[in-house]
């Protein structure tokens, strides 16, 4: 069975940090694109980053640049994704995926995990 599994995610204060995980099984991650995305209460989910197959090319939504950084252990079949300077409006579910390209667009995705919860709040 393919699937994602988030990890990492907690309560953490403003300008702290959290490395999330996203670890596959069922599947080789080293084919795919990932993509982390998160969704607020009452907000639509966004893209937040997201890394090639070969972790060559990188992107972030504006809101993260420069505090979020993307990265991917193939022989892990484990992608990261650290996150410094955290705001409280990064409170959100954080999701991984899984697809064939990469982008921070969520129909560019396949398979999704089930999400970790981050909350940043003092």
């Known amino acids: 069975q393919l699937q994602l599994v988030e990890s990492g995610g907690g309560l953490v204060q403003p300008g702290g940090s959290l490395r999330l995980s996203c670890a596959a099984s069922g599947f080789t991650l080293e084919y795919y694109g990932i993509g982390w995305f998160r969704q607020a209460p009452g907000k639509e989910r966004e893209g937040v980053s997201c890394i090639n197959s070969s972790g060559g090319s990188t992107n972030y939504a504006d809101s993260v640049k420069g505090r979020f950084t993307i990265s991917r252990d193939n022989a892990k079949n484990t992608v990261y994704l650290q996150m410094n300077s955290l705001k409280p409006e990064d409170t959100a579910i954080y999701y991984c995926?899984?697809?064939?390209?990469?982008?921070?667009?969520?129909?560019?995705?396949?398979?999704w995990g089930q999400g970790t919860q981050v909350t940043v709040s003092s």
């Open positions: 995926a899984a697809g064939l390209g990469y982008g921070l667009r969520d129909y560019e995705y396949d398979y």
